[in-house]
């Protein structure tokens, strides 16, 4: 008995991958670790429910949305375009890490996390919401709400929930055109 398989070719952080003939039932985590040699994504429960694999899938209308690695097929992703952890960092010529990005960086500054195995899902997610909110300021009476539903899904196994939190608000609070206006007057 053979394994079925198809090929299979995508961007990944901005770079074409592929053509891969893959196994038609391999998990994107695999994909990711196996194939694209991206390791930064954690599988954690392989359930979809602790959300460490998480990637984000950019849509063509330039939106974004968090996708579960380790429950979504690799041939899913079939011409889509995907960003890890591995591409959020900016990096020289050489490959040298010249900048974090403001939420690795916010991370980093308020010690969000002991371990760092769920770090990079929180990343993401904390990505996908501030290009949201770009796109579509809030309140800020609205942030504490927002941070909470982007990360919720999220499980910390050294229960760091606190400090993600609170990086990804005081970012928010602090990056200008994430909030809207105060109205005047009132």
Request: glycine share 10%.
């Amino acid at each position: 008995m053979s394994i079925a398989s198809k090929s299979v070719s995508m961007t990944i952080n901005g770079a074409a991958v592929g053509p891969f003939d893959v196994p038609e039932s391999l998990m994107m985590i695999d994909f990711l670790h196996e194939y694209a040699g991206l390791t930064g994504s954690r599988l954690g429960c392989g359930q979809g429910i602790c959300h460490a694999c998480v990637a984000i899938l950019d849509h063509e209308d330039g939106t974004s949305e968090e996708i579960r690695t380790c429950i979504t097929g690799a041939i899913f992703f079939q011409g889509k375009k995907l960003r890890t952890v591995e591409g959020h960092a900016q990096h020289n010529q050489a490959g040298e890490l010249t900048a974090l990005s403001p939420i690795q960086q916010k991370f980093l500054d308020f010690y969000s996390f002991q371990c760092g195995y769920c770090t990079p899902g929180f990343v993401n997610a904390a990505t996908v919401l501030l290009e949201k909110l770009k796109r579509q300021p809030i309140a800020s009476e609205q942030v504490e709400t927002a941070v909470t539903e982007a990360l919720n899904d999220h499980i910390c196994r050294c229960t760091g929930y606190v400090r993600y939190h609170q990086a990804v608000k005081d970012l928010i609070m602090t990056t200008p055109g994430l909030l809207k206006e105060a109205a005047h007057g009132k």
